[in-house]
């Protein structure tokens, strides 16, 4: 039986597939926005990089949940 991922990493495989770069680098696109605020990161993918707002959340979610 294999685990399941769950929680914000559950969208990383179709967030690579439908824009085209690595977890890693949109983690570091997050870390160096030079934004703390979760929702003012969010809003700079979607009007910077045009990632949907599900998408966006998630990574922001799961990169400031890592520091």
């Known amino acids: 039986m294999t ?6 990493a559950s969208y990383f495989p179709s967030i690579e597939k439908k824009y085209g770069r690595p977890i890693a680098e ?3 696109i997050i870390r160096d ?16 990089y045009g990632l949907g707002h599900g998408h966006a959340n998630a990574l922001v979610a799961h990169t400031l949940a890592d520091k």
Not at 3 to 8: L, N, R, S, T, Y
Not at 33 to 48: D, F, R
Request: with cysteine; charged share 20%; proline share 4%.
């Open 3 to 8: 685990d399941q991922v769950k929680g914000p």
């Open 26 to 28: 949109w983690q570091q």
């Open 33 to 48: 926005c030079g934004i703390t605020k979760h929702m003012q990161i969010v809003a700079h993918l979607k009007s910077e």
